[in-house]
């Protein structure tokens, strides 16, 4: 046992060292942001009715990371949960020289064990809006997320102006819990878990309770910790909003009742502003948004989110867009509104298209790629329980290796009958390092006719630009050709629209192995995700913290 200690120390201490030598001299010059976290489960009521929630130090979102560019930022993380293992991933943050630490349980590093305590350390080398949340499992699904803000460096201004910073974060809420979720789409032909019971803008929705849930205590309409968001503000005043999404499921449409918005980043990138009534926002994503108080200030407004992209089922999230402080629990005199129409594809397909890089910040892709590799999305069974695949393949820990392709030709994407089943493959695509890959995602028909959904998909350890969007079916001679090269925004999480394609390119230049997935997480834990290796050879020792666990492990190691 003693020796066991021992042996953890020295190597946490080699560990110390390799971080210390590995980052350069002006990066340990820049500030050091330090965040002890403790996760464990605890009863929680963000919508009103009672339920086990994963927090971060008793808190569901977690608490906000904030740093500046440059900044190396710790997280002393600790799993109190007694049966359950953690990873955290830092969604957007590249990771440049520390792929271990970007939390992707399976991918890199074994997961922390009940007990145990991980440090991740890892510099956040450009300013923006992120996320963070966990990486194993439904744990998003359970509660595990939150922001990580990071400001510009001293000197530097953004290319827009505003008088207050404020964040909203957006998810949706199940009651039923994640292990029965788990076992359902495993192990269950037929069971899809359904639509979220309620929408939560900053942790707080509202669930209407029957009599019954009521009366058994499990739901408490006054309970405090589900009392309305209220975003104080003060009148004539610009608001810089942040708003990121990690729903489990739902694509959203966020707005502010009689404010427009002005859209200024995405994902890190500034945006060539843009306004608009509501902001469609994926899993994944994150945006800032400007708002100006300039409305009637003797009454207050509906901040609201409802579903789209899927025929909702669940209620309008509603927070408080609030100008009177001394009115703080006063209620909009009108009825919140439902939304756009949820299939209005149209309308999410023009704001994409309208998302373009800011015209000082223009950063010009490669002008040809040395790889295209189209992943088609479909919906298929293996051995009879339904998964999401990528060519066929469905994302498992399997020695399979996937295709740069598929049966382009003469793939119907909309017939349902062509895609019935699916294999299970490691999906490790090898790149060559620092060469430039265009990825073509296409849609096609889900199991069920006439009916293809959205998928939001996220490429950890890059930003990529975005060259194009379109309905149909990718024809790679005239597609090709309307390409955005002039002013293609760089984002890390871009939507695949139903019966659509994206186009987008990247250069494969962060040595590692970097998950690329559907982020809403149910079809991620059914297989919709491939991985990228590049550069492997260059990324130096790794630390024995990734690897495994157990007191073997730690006997044999060097
Ligand atoms: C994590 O970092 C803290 C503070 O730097 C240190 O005290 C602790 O020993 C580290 N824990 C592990 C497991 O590396
Ligand atoms: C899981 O399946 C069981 C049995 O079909 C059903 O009763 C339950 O509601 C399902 N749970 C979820 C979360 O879908
Ligand atoms: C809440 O549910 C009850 C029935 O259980 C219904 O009468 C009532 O209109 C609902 N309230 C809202 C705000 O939807
Ligand atoms: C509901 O919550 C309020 C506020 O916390 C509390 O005063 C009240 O006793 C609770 N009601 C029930 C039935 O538990
Ligand atoms: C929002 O923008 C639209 C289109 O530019 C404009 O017609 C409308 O008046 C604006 N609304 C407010 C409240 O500023
Ligand atoms: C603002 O709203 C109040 C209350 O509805 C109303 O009395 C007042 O006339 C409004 N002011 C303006 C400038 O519209
Ligand atoms: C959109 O959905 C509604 C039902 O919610 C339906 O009536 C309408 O026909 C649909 N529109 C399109 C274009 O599919
Ligand atoms: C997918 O793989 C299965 C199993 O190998 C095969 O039967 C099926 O034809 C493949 N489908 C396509 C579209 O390639
Ligand atoms: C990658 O390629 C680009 C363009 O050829 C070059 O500017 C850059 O230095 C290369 N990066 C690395 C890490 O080799
Ligand atoms: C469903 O899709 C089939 C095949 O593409 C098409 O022939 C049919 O008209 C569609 N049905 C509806 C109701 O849209
Ligand atoms: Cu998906």
Redesign the pocket.
């Known amino acids: 046992m003693v020796e066991t200690l021992q042996c953890r120390r020295i190597l946490t201490s080699l560990l110390a060292l390799y971080i210390l030598f590995s980052i350069n001299v002006q990066t340990v010059m820049a500030g050091t942001q330090f965040y002890d976290w403790e996760v464990r489960y605890a009863y929680k009521s963000p919508d009103c009715y009672k339920k086990l929630g994963m927090t971060i130090n008793g808190e569901s979102p977690g608490p906000t990371i904030y740093a500046q560019q440059g900044d190396t930022v710790v997280v002393k993380l600790t799993n109190s949960m007694t049966t359950e293992n953690v990873a955290v991933h830092w969604h957007g943050i590249r990771q440049h020289e520390t792929p271990w630490y970007d939390g992707t349980e399976g991918v890199t590093q074994c997961a922390i064990m009940p007990g145990d305590t991980f440090n991740y350390t890892f510099v956040v080398d450009r300013s923006g809006t992120y996320l963070y949340h966990a990486h194993y499992g439904l744990q998003i699904t359970a509660g595990l997320y939150g922001f990580i803000i990071v400001s510009v460096p001293n000197g530097f201004s953004e290319p827009f102006v505003y008088d207050y910073d404020g964040s909203i974060i957006l998810k949706d809420l199940y009651h039923s819990s994640t292990y029965e979720q788990a076992t359902n789409l495993s192990f269950k032909a037929n069971s899809w878990i359904g639509e979220p019971q309620s929408l939560l803008i900053n942790g707080r929705g509202r669930f209407n309770c029957s009599a019954s849930e009521v009366n058994s205590g499990v739901c408490n309409a006054t309970n405090p910790e589900c009392s309305p968001y209220f975003l104080t503000v003060v009148p004539e005043k610009t608001y810089r909003l942040r708003i990121g999404s990690l729903t489990s499921l739902s694509a959203l449409s966020f707005e502010i009742e009689d404010h427009n918005m002005t859209v200024v980043e995405a994902d890190g990138s500034f945006v060539e502003p843009f306004v608009t009534k509501n902001l469609y926002i994926n899993s994944g994503e994150t945006y800032s948004v400007l708002v100006k108080a300039d409305q009637n200030s003797s009454r207050n407004y509906w901040i609201t989110t409802n579903v789209v992209s899927r025929e909702p089922s669940t209620p309008t999230g509603l927070a408080i867009f609030n100008y009177n402080p001394n009115y703080h629990y006063k209620f909009p005199p009108t009825e919140p509104t439902t939304g756009p129409l949820w299939n209005d594809t149209d309308s999410q397909l023009d704001q994409s298209q309208a998302i373009k890089a800011h015209h000082d910040f223009v950063q010009a892709p490669?002008p040809i790629s040395d790889r295209v590799i189209v992943l088609l999305n479909t919906q298929n069974l293996i051995n009879g329980y339904p998964h999401w695949s990528a060519n066929n393949r469905s994302l498992t820990f399997d020695q399979n290796p996937p295709p740069d392709t598929y049966d382009i030709e003469n793939y119907d994407i909309y017939d349902v009958s062509e895609n019935k089943n699916a294999i299970s493959s490691n999906a490790i695509y090898r790149i060559g390092?620092?060469t430039t890959v265009d990825i073509i995602l296409q849609n096609a028909n889900t199991m069920k006719a006439n009916h293809s959904e959205t998928h939001p998909w996220h490429m950890h350890g890059h930003e990529f630009w975005i060259l194009g969007y379109g309905s149909g079916k990718f024809d790679k001679v005239h597609d090709t050709k309307s390409y955005n090269f002039i002013n293609p925004i760089m984002r890390n999480t871009v939507p695949l629209y139903p019966y659509g394609w994206t186009a987008l390119r990247f250069?494969a230049?962060n040595p590692g192995v970097w998950l690329f997935h559907c982020h809403i997480e149910f079809h991620f834990y059914m297989g919709m995700g491939i991985v990228f290796e590049a550069g492997v050879e260059k990324v130096g020792t790794l630390p024995t913290s990734i690897m495994g666990c157990g007191k073997t492990k730690d006997m044999i190691r060097p």
């Open positions: 490669p390092f620092n250069r230049d």
